[in-house]
């Protein structure tokens, strides 16, 4: 046990969670073991708050829907110098998350971002797909920053991204985030991850249904204009 008070660790894991409940055992189990947990339940009817405080996150619900809200409650939430985001749906691997923490740590990058590739086929449906390349394309040639996807895996400091004041609180919440880096001067660092089918008894808010993928085109299309 730690003394009083406790030091954070370097690094806090936001998860923002609408029922997660069954991915979340997947998730904590290759989750870096310096990193502390915060699962932002946003206003799930199952039991994703309860099994997350058994893992040993620290839970924090936020009322307000979207995911821009359920990240930014997290963030606000945080004590550690960086945060990560990563989804909740057991789709990609925490384990990731400790080399984009050393590089934004070490200076190299303001942020650290992942790219997903799909370990086969079928896991990231193609509508989904193209509407984050098309996406991804207008961030490089109206900013220069070199992404090719939309940061569903990253790490950054937590008083730069809250100093960017992302004002969108649903799934608007990462285009509007990376524009308003690239306009401030963030050097971004993009590696490739794998992209996994997501845990059973979860579903997608985004890409699980065209009508999903068609509301958060509407969300990107408020930022953009």
Known sequence: MCGSPCE??????I???????????QVFATMPGDMGVIVVDNGSTDDTAEVARRLGASVVQESVPGYGAAVHAGVLAAAAPLVAVIDGDGSMDPADLAELA???????ATMAVGRRRPRE????PWHARAGTAVLAWLIRRRSGVGIH???????CRREDLLALDVADRRFGYPLEMMIKAARAGWTVHEQDIAYSRRARGTRSKVSGSLRGTARTLVDFAKVLT
């Open 8 to 13: 954070p660790p370097m690094c806090e894991v």
């Open 15 to 25: 998860i923002p969670c609408r029922n997660e409940a069954p991915a979340l055992p």
């Open 102 to 108: 050393a590089v934004v740590s070490r200076g190299e």
């Open 121 to 124: 086929r079928g896991v990231w």
């Open 149 to 155: 996807d939309l940061a569903p895996l990253r790490v």
